[in-house]
Protein backbone atom coordinates (compact mmCIF):
# COMPACT_ATOMS: atom_id res chain seq x y z
CA UNK A 1 0.00 0.00 0.00
CA UNK A 2 1.37 3.31 -0.91
CA UNK A 3 2.17 5.63 1.82
CA UNK A 4 0.95 9.68 1.91
CA UNK A 5 2.23 12.25 4.15
CA UNK A 6 -0.27 15.00 4.86
CA UNK A 7 1.59 18.14 6.16
CA UNK A 8 -1.58 20.41 6.58
CA UNK A 9 -3.12 22.61 9.59
CA UNK A 10 -6.23 23.18 8.33
CA UNK A 11 -8.29 19.94 10.11
CA UNK A 12 -11.78 19.83 7.45
CA UNK A 13 -8.65 19.65 4.87
CA UNK A 14 -6.82 17.21 5.95
CA UNK A 15 -9.13 14.91 7.12
CA UNK A 16 -10.96 15.42 3.03
CA UNK A 17 -7.93 14.29 1.43
CA UNK A 18 -7.34 11.04 3.93
CA UNK A 19 -10.33 9.73 3.04
CA UNK A 20 -10.46 10.29 -0.34
CA UNK A 21 -7.07 8.57 -0.28
CA UNK A 22 -7.77 5.81 1.89
CA UNK A 23 -11.00 5.28 -0.34
CA UNK A 24 -8.58 5.00 -3.68
CA UNK A 25 -6.34 2.46 -1.50
CA UNK A 26 -3.83 4.61 -0.14
CA UNK A 27 -2.50 4.80 3.65
CA UNK A 28 -2.68 8.57 4.63
CA UNK A 29 -1.00 9.96 7.69
CA UNK A 30 -1.77 13.75 9.02
CA UNK A 31 0.92 15.74 10.81
CA UNK A 32 -0.35 19.41 11.39
CA UNK A 33 2.64 21.80 12.05
CA UNK A 34 5.61 21.96 9.26
CA UNK A 35 8.59 21.69 11.88
CA UNK A 36 7.07 18.10 13.08
CA UNK A 37 5.93 17.45 9.23
CA UNK A 38 9.90 17.72 8.24
CA UNK A 39 10.75 15.39 10.71
CA UNK A 40 8.29 12.81 9.99
CA UNK A 41 9.23 13.07 6.23
CA UNK A 42 13.15 12.68 6.44
CA UNK A 43 12.88 10.02 9.17
CA UNK A 44 10.53 7.81 7.50
CA UNK A 45 9.81 6.77 3.57
CA UNK A 46 6.83 7.97 1.78
CA UNK A 47 5.60 7.63 -1.61
CA UNK A 48 3.84 11.55 -1.51
CA UNK A 49 3.61 14.32 0.27
CA UNK A 50 1.07 16.72 -0.06
CA UNK A 51 2.53 19.83 1.30
CA UNK A 52 0.55 23.21 2.70
CA UNK A 53 2.17 25.87 2.26
CA UNK A 54 1.17 28.09 5.43
CA UNK A 55 1.71 25.71 7.93
CA UNK A 56 2.94 26.43 12.17
CA UNK A 57 6.61 25.93 12.83
CA UNK A 58 8.50 26.36 9.55
CA UNK A 59 6.14 27.48 6.21
CA UNK A 60 5.85 24.84 3.66
CA UNK A 61 8.73 26.30 1.35
CA UNK A 62 11.16 25.43 3.95
CA UNK A 63 10.27 21.77 4.51
CA UNK A 64 9.97 21.94 0.72
CA UNK A 65 13.72 22.30 0.52
CA UNK A 66 14.93 20.49 2.93
CA UNK A 67 12.61 17.26 1.92
CA UNK A 68 14.35 17.77 -1.12
CA UNK A 69 17.64 18.12 -0.11
CA UNK A 70 17.43 14.41 1.28
CA UNK A 71 14.90 12.76 -0.82
CA UNK A 72 13.38 13.12 -4.29
CA UNK A 73 9.88 11.74 -2.66
CA UNK A 74 6.91 13.80 -5.08
CA UNK A 75 5.78 16.75 -3.70
CA UNK A 76 2.53 18.18 -4.04
CA UNK A 77 1.81 21.28 -2.88
CA UNK A 78 -1.58 22.01 -1.75
CA UNK A 79 -2.22 26.44 -0.78
CA UNK A 80 -4.60 29.03 -1.00
CA UNK A 81 -2.10 31.27 -2.40
CA UNK A 82 -2.72 31.55 -5.93
CA UNK A 83 -0.14 34.05 -6.90
CA UNK A 84 2.05 32.89 -9.66
CA UNK A 85 5.21 33.89 -7.74
CA UNK A 86 4.46 30.73 -4.61
CA UNK A 87 3.50 28.45 -7.63
CA UNK A 88 7.00 29.38 -9.68
CA UNK A 89 8.94 29.26 -5.92
CA UNK A 90 7.26 26.17 -5.03
CA UNK A 91 8.61 24.35 -8.20
CA UNK A 92 11.49 26.05 -7.65
CA UNK A 93 11.91 24.68 -4.54
CA UNK A 94 11.59 21.50 -5.60
CA UNK A 95 8.11 20.34 -5.66
CA UNK A 96 6.45 18.40 -8.15
CA UNK A 97 3.02 19.77 -8.40
CA UNK A 98 0.66 22.73 -7.50
CA UNK A 99 -3.07 22.71 -6.71
CA UNK A 100 -5.06 25.27 -5.53
CA UNK A 101 -7.65 25.42 -2.75
CA UNK A 102 -10.50 24.79 -3.62
CA UNK A 103 -9.70 21.86 -5.56
CA UNK A 104 -11.48 18.67 -6.77
CA UNK A 105 -10.97 15.63 -3.99
CA UNK A 106 -10.68 13.79 -6.97
CA UNK A 107 -8.20 16.06 -9.12
CA UNK A 108 -6.22 15.87 -6.18
CA UNK A 109 -5.99 11.73 -6.24
CA UNK A 110 -5.56 11.69 -9.96
CA UNK A 111 -2.24 14.11 -9.65
CA UNK A 112 -0.66 12.15 -6.74
CA UNK A 113 -1.45 9.00 -8.75
CA UNK A 114 0.21 10.21 -11.85
CA UNK A 115 3.42 11.41 -9.52
CA UNK A 116 3.56 7.86 -7.79
CA UNK A 117 3.41 6.14 -11.25
CA UNK A 118 5.62 8.42 -12.88
CA UNK A 119 8.70 8.72 -9.90
CA UNK A 120 7.90 4.57 -9.87
CA UNK A 121 8.87 4.97 -13.83
CA UNK A 122 11.91 7.39 -13.09
CA UNK A 123 13.22 5.33 -10.36
CA UNK A 124 12.91 2.24 -12.38
CA UNK A 125 15.15 3.65 -15.07
CA UNK A 126 17.92 4.47 -13.09
CA UNK A 127 17.55 1.06 -10.95
CA UNK A 128 18.31 -0.35 -13.96
CA UNK A 129 20.55 1.52 -16.03
CA UNK A 130 23.44 0.39 -17.62
CA UNK A 131 26.50 2.36 -17.59
CA UNK A 132 25.89 3.97 -20.85
CA UNK A 133 22.66 6.23 -21.28
CA UNK A 134 21.80 6.18 -25.30
CA UNK A 135 20.17 9.00 -26.93
CA UNK A 136 19.79 9.22 -30.52
CA UNK A 137 23.49 9.55 -31.53
CA UNK A 138 24.57 10.45 -27.82
CA UNK A 139 26.08 8.62 -25.72
CA UNK A 140 26.60 9.56 -22.01
CA UNK A 141 28.28 7.44 -19.04
CA UNK A 142 27.77 8.58 -15.85
CA UNK A 143 30.58 6.70 -13.97
CA UNK A 144 33.27 7.94 -16.19
CA UNK A 145 31.73 11.19 -17.14
CA UNK A 146 32.25 11.03 -20.73
CA UNK A 147 30.29 12.73 -23.06
CA UNK A 148 30.27 11.14 -27.17
CA UNK A 149 28.16 12.10 -29.85
CA UNK A 150 28.29 10.64 -33.33
CA UNK A 151 31.38 8.41 -31.55
CA UNK A 152 33.37 12.10 -30.93
CA UNK A 153 33.76 12.73 -27.51
CA UNK A 154 32.62 15.97 -26.01
CA UNK A 155 34.56 18.25 -23.70
CA UNK A 156 32.03 19.15 -21.02
CA UNK A 157 32.81 20.90 -17.59
CA UNK A 158 31.55 19.38 -14.14
CA UNK A 159 28.26 21.72 -13.99
CA UNK A 160 27.99 20.97 -17.71
CA UNK A 161 27.97 17.08 -17.15
CA UNK A 162 25.55 17.33 -14.54
CA UNK A 163 23.18 19.04 -15.91
CA UNK A 164 22.86 17.09 -19.36
CA UNK A 165 22.53 14.16 -16.75
CA UNK A 166 20.25 15.09 -14.55
CA UNK A 167 18.50 15.73 -17.70
CA UNK A 168 19.00 12.43 -19.38
CA UNK A 169 18.19 10.77 -16.58
CA UNK A 170 14.64 12.28 -16.48
CA UNK A 171 13.97 12.58 -20.14
CA UNK A 172 10.11 14.25 -21.41
CA UNK A 173 10.01 16.18 -18.31
CA UNK A 174 9.61 20.37 -18.43
CA UNK A 175 11.85 21.81 -15.52
CA UNK A 176 12.14 26.08 -15.00
CA UNK A 177 15.46 27.21 -15.00
CA UNK A 178 14.58 27.79 -11.06
CA UNK A 179 14.02 24.13 -10.72
CA UNK A 180 17.43 23.10 -12.51
CA UNK A 181 19.40 25.95 -10.68
CA UNK A 182 18.46 24.39 -7.59
CA UNK A 183 19.03 21.06 -8.67
CA UNK A 184 22.33 21.14 -9.72
CA UNK A 185 23.65 24.24 -8.08
CA UNK A 186 21.93 23.47 -4.34
CA UNK A 187 20.99 27.17 -4.10
CA UNK A 188 18.21 28.64 -3.38
CA UNK A 189 15.72 28.71 -6.51
CA UNK A 190 15.44 32.51 -5.88
CA UNK A 191 19.49 32.76 -6.90
CA UNK A 192 20.92 33.71 -10.44
CA UNK A 193 18.92 31.55 -12.55
CA UNK A 194 21.27 33.34 -15.97
CA UNK A 195 23.77 30.72 -15.63
CA UNK A 196 21.32 27.96 -15.78
CA UNK A 197 20.88 29.65 -19.54
CA UNK A 198 24.58 29.83 -20.17
CA UNK A 199 25.53 26.26 -19.18
CA UNK A 200 22.43 25.03 -21.63
CA UNK A 201 23.95 27.08 -24.40
CA UNK A 202 27.46 26.07 -23.67
CA UNK A 203 25.97 22.14 -23.84
CA UNK A 204 23.99 22.82 -26.69
CA UNK A 205 27.14 23.95 -28.73
CA UNK A 206 28.76 20.98 -28.07
CA UNK A 207 26.13 17.85 -27.97
CA UNK A 208 23.55 19.11 -30.97
CA UNK A 209 24.11 18.74 -34.48
CA UNK A 210 22.83 22.60 -35.27
CA UNK A 211 22.47 24.53 -31.23
CA UNK A 212 19.98 26.85 -33.06
CA UNK A 213 17.25 23.87 -33.64
CA UNK A 214 18.12 21.61 -30.70
CA UNK A 215 17.31 17.45 -31.08
CA UNK A 216 18.39 17.16 -27.69
CA UNK A 217 17.44 19.85 -24.96
CA UNK A 218 14.60 21.93 -26.41
CA UNK A 219 12.87 24.97 -24.52
CA UNK A 220 9.43 24.63 -23.66
CA UNK A 221 8.53 28.38 -23.68
CA UNK A 222 7.11 29.84 -20.55
CA UNK A 223 8.25 26.91 -19.06
CA UNK A 224 11.88 26.12 -19.33
CA UNK A 225 13.75 23.12 -21.05
CA UNK A 226 13.00 19.53 -21.92
CA UNK A 227 14.95 16.70 -22.70
CA UNK A 228 13.67 15.08 -25.25
CA UNK A 229 13.21 11.35 -25.42
CA UNK A 230 14.54 8.33 -27.20
CA UNK A 231 11.68 8.69 -30.14
CA UNK A 232 11.87 12.44 -30.10
CA UNK A 233 15.60 12.07 -30.60
CA UNK A 234 15.64 9.91 -33.60
Request: net charge negative.
Amino acid sequence: MKRILIIEDDTAISELERDYLEANGFSAEIISDGSKGLEKALAEDFDLILLDLMLPGIDGFAVCRAVRKEKDTPILLVSARQEEIDKIRGLGVGADDYIVKPFSPNELVARVKAHIARYERLTQKTSQKSDTIFTGALEIQPEARRVFTNGKEANLTRREFDLLLFFAQNPGIAFSKDTLFDRIWGMDALGDTATVMVHINRIREKIEPNPAEPVYIETVWGIGYRFRDDEAAH
